[in-house]
């Protein structure tokens, strides 16, 4: 099975808006400013999103643990 790119970005945002939080979360745990922790959840978020949307472009490539699509053995 073919994944779209547009896929791979939606699934690249949703992703990163959970690792975002996170991040300003444990920052502000760590840190106790939350302006701060803001900041490092904002750069974060567009160098992460970049990388996860290569990351998945180039794993559609690779052919380990895929399957071709089979109506027979549908549920």
Do not use: C, Q
């Not at 490092?40 to 998945?56: Q, R």
């Amino acid at each position: 099975m073919h994944e779209k790119s547009y896929r791979s970005f939606l699934k690249a945002v949703s992703w990163r808006i959970t690792g975002t939080l996170d991040t300003v979360l444990i920052s502000f745990i760590i840190l106790g400013d939350l302006k701060i922790a803001a900041s490092i959840g904002l750069v974060e978020v567009f160098t992460k999103m970049t990388l996860y949307y290569f990351h998945e472009r180039l794993w559609n490539k690779v052919k380990l643990g895929k399957t071709k699509h089979n109506p027979e053995y549908d549920i």
